[in-house]
């Protein structure tokens, strides 16, 4: 392990989002750092629930801010520009103000949504013609006005908007696609650079753009398009197109070949991911930032994370078993509920079962992400892989 | 007014709920006090919030307890026994610890929901045969079996089996129906003393069953369930049968009937009321206690009660309104939230809405009470009275 000092430049700290790397792992790519925004400090590696409209379903902002410890979260820009709408957020102070959350903003270009989603898209190199999903209406989403509708909403950190090829796609299709990708994220910086630069209007005028690295599952296409990013010279990178359906060594393998090419002292995002054994996975070939909808949205199915593995709380097991959901866990959830009250909350249908339920597995969440930031910087991650690894094949 | 200091028997403290009283109108019917319970002591008049399956929709023990400052709640006996049974949650070491709540806790015998929510229900003297609205399994109730259910809840106070007559009904059916829930009253009593007086394996062996008032809208017949109920010197009683569709002069006639009979030294429930306007309706005729659906279930369908009058959320007019739903409140919603950023989680069927619309409209209520409470023992209530009666004059 090497302890490292970088030291961004003086005008990088106050113009927008740095990056402060900490220390790096001696064996794999792991690094610890820390991430500085206008809304605060991130330790990294991170993981950031998802607040998909501008709420982490069942948590108030308080839950997650002052007691689960969240520093950063992301809203999606799809949802956002459609309901409520992003001049209306603007008007009223911005998406921080909107949602009275003091702390970190992430938002997606919306590019996932518009494939994932919404019907009738027609994509073009322009940018992306689409029904919303709400009522039908037709949208066009270009790689300038995402990041208008991203600006008005004031987030930290806005991503360029990208195209997420399904799995599994042609090469051909994926270079083509790749390409759109790549001129729509120089589109979108240089759009991005403009508007700061007239800074006027910016509920948030200390954000920074991260493009997105493409290229479907070919190993080559990923490293052109990370290697033609970094000329963008932008505050940190994305690899997008992950967990798509892919198994995951192939998603590993994507990260593999990406990582090396993107530059060491600007954080990297790895989007939508994981479950939690694949964490310290990605963290291991030199992801610092991820996110995902697994634990809120299993939470809300029923499935529960706990440091002994899965729990499906419907399970007959459970009917009268008095124990914490989580001996280790130190969330409010398992310090003050059984087994068999939260059994008997999902069985009833209970709003309160998704409340608790989402409450501890964010927590587990964060607490995997605080023990392998301890273990890079004491030195013991690769021992701390190997642990996760083990447990996660006998769990198998 | 008059403060009295009204000193319970030594062994009705120790052996089961008390009641004090702190002061009394001089002009109304209003009374302040204190019930005393196993699980600590209620300020009255009190307004109980209702937690039909061990918890009140959207709120956590937490919020409820320490936050709102509840020190009493509902939950449903026929609920509760069709899932997860009461022989589980005795199982368990009772209500209070199951659902983890350490206030105190008061039951419905079931009567009203066997006879609003099963189907195909038979009644006669021995009890109510009914098909649960579940699943269609047949169940019986009787006097006894509902006791012993609350007593295996561990309740602070167990309502004795009633039969609860829609609206409306003649007066010879409401002199049967009103004459089987008296003997059911006297049989429920007598099963609850020869349980306790046994007390082994009891949750809480220092409960209260109270009885309930019936009589459609039958003065003559309420002052009559009355008199013959009072013959069984319980620790309090309650006017059931009310807010069942009549109009609401009716059902104040039906307390101010009962009430002179009942014992000024035993607190009053009026059974599922009422509207906040109401509240101190109800309390300037006597009453001491009341639950309601109607600030849970109306938060959840997006009618929120202020200091103001009503605010129904979906309103367009709300849509970018940056304030707070109630400037005179102070729980986490209001201190927090704008009405804009309500409607929206609203309007996108976000879970947070019944989180923050819930807490806003419990903490009303309670406000509502402490107010009625502060005016009875300041001896300020008539003022009281005519100012709320103005208000809801000019809502109209």
Same mark, same amino acid.
């Given at each position: 392990?090497?302890? $490292?000092?970088?030291?961004?430049?003086?005008?990088? =700290?106050?113009?927008?989002?740095?990056?402060?790397? $900490?220390?790096?792992?001696?064996?794999?790519?792991? %690094?610890? @750092?820390?991430?500085?925004?206008?809304?605060?400090?991130?330790?990294?590696?991170?993981? !950031?629930?998802?607040?998909?409209?501008?709420?982490?379903?069942?948590?108030?902002?308080?839950?997650?801010?002052?007691?689960?410890?969240?520093? =950063?979260?992301?809203?999606?820009?799809?949802?956002?520009?459609?309901?409520?709408?992003?001049?209306?957020? /603007?008007?009223?102070?911005?998406?921080?103000?909107?949602?009275?959350?003091?702390?970190?903003?992430?938002?997606?270009?919306?590019?996932?949504?518009?494939?994932?989603?919404?019907?009738?898209?027609? =994509? *073009?190199?322009?940018?992306?013609?689409?029904?919303?999903?709400?009522?039908?209406?037709?949208?066009?989403?270009?790689?300038?006005?995402?990041?208008?509708?991203?600006?008005?909403?004031?987030? *930290? $950190?806005?991503?360029?908007?990208? #195209?997420?090829?399904?799995?599994?796609?042609?090469? #051909?299709?994926?270079?083509?696609?790749?390409?759109?990708?790549?001129?729509?994220?120089?589109?979108?910086?240089?759009?991005? *650079?403009? /508007?700061?630069?007239?800074?006027?209007?910016?509920?948030?005028?200390?954000?920074?753009?991260?493009?997105?690295?493409?290229?479907?599952?070919?190993?080559?296409?990923?490293?052109?398009?990370?290697?033609?990013?970094?000329?963008? +010279?932008?505050?940190?990178?994305? $690899?997008?197109?992950?967990?798509?359906?892919?198994?995951?060594?192939?998603? !590993? #393998?994507?990260?593999?070949?990406? #990582?090396?090419?993107?530059?060491? +002292?600007?954080?990297?995002?790895?989007? @939508?991911?994981?479950?939690?054994?694949?964490?310290?996975?990605?963290?291991?070939?030199?992801?610092?930032?991820?996110?995902?909808?697994?634990?809120?949205?299993?939470?809300?199915?029923?499935?529960?994370?706990?440091?002994? @593995?899965?729990?499906? =709380?419907?399970?007959?097991?459970? %009917?009268?078993?008095?124990?914490?959901?989580?001996?280790?866990? %130190?969330?409010?959830?398992?310090?003050?509920?059984? %087994?068999?009250?939260?059994?008997?909350?999902?069985?009833?249908?209970?709003?309160?079962?998704?409340?608790?339920?989402?409450?501890?597995?964010?927590?587990r969440y964060l607490d995997i992400m605080r023990e392998i930031r301890h273990a890079i910087i004491s030195d013991s991650f690769p021992e701390y892989l190997k642990c996760v690894r083990s447990a996660a094949t006998n769990a198998e």
């Amino acid at each position: 392990m090497r302890l $490292i000092v970088l030291t961004p430049p003086y005008n990088l =700290i106050l113009a927008t989002v740095s990056f402060e790397l $900490i220390a790096e792992c001696s064996q794999t790519r792991a %690094r610890a @750092g820390l991430l500085h925004t206008a809304h605060g400090t991130i330790e990294t590696p991170v993981f !950031m629930p998802v607040g998909t409209l501008a709420t982490v379903k069942g948590l108030t902002q308080r839950d997650l801010g002052d007691e689960l410890g969240v520093r =950063i979260l992301l809203a999606n820009t799809y949802h956002l520009y459609l309901r409520p709408g992003h001049e209306l957020i /603007r008007s009223l102070g911005g998406l921080h103000k909107f949602m009275s959350w003091p702390h970190a903003i992430l938002t997606d270009s919306g590019g996932f949504q518009v494939f994932s989603l919404s019907a009738l898209r027609t =994509i *073009d190199d322009h940018g992306v013609i689409f029904q919303s999903h709400l009522d039908g209406a037709t949208h066009t989403f270009t790689p300038e006005s995402t990041v208008d509708a991203q600006l008005a909403f004031g987030s *930290d $950190i806005l991503m360029a908007l990208d #195209e997420c090829p399904e799995y599994p796609v042609s090469h #051909e299709y994926a270079r083509q696609s790749m390409h759109r990708t790549l001129s729509w994220a120089r589109q979108a910086k240089e759009h991005f *650079d403009r /508007r700061l630069a007239q800074s006027q209007d910016l509920p948030n005028p200390r954000s920074a753009l991260f493009p997105i690295v493409q290229g479907s599952m070919f190993a080559d296409l990923r490293r052109e398009c990370a290697a033609r990013l970094t000329e963008l +010279d932008t505050a940190g990178y994305a $690899i997008g197109g992950l967990a798509v359906g892919e198994p995951r060594p192939l998603s !590993m #393998e994507m990260v593999e070949a990406t #990582e090396p090419v993107l530059p060491r +002292d600007r954080p990297r995002y790895a989007m @939508g991911v994981g479950m939690p054994h694949e964490l310290s996975e990605y963290v291991g070939r030199g992801v610092d930032m991820m996110d995902c909808v697994l634990p809120t949205r299993n939470a809300r199915n029923g499935c529960l994370f706990t440091s002994q @593995g899965r729990v499906v =709380i419907k399970n007959t097991r459970y %009917r009268d078993d008095p124990r914490p959901l989580d001996e280790n866990c %130190r969330c409010y959830t398992c310090t003050r509920h059984s %087994r068999a009250y939260l059994r008997h909350l999902f069985q009833s249908g209970e709003m309160l079962f998704a409340v608790l339920a989402t409450r501890h597995n964010i927590q587990r969440y964060l607490d995997i992400m605080r023990e392998i930031r301890h273990a890079i910087i004491s030195d013991s991650f690769p021992e701390y892989l190997k642990c996760v690894r083990s447990a996660a094949t006998n769990a198998e």
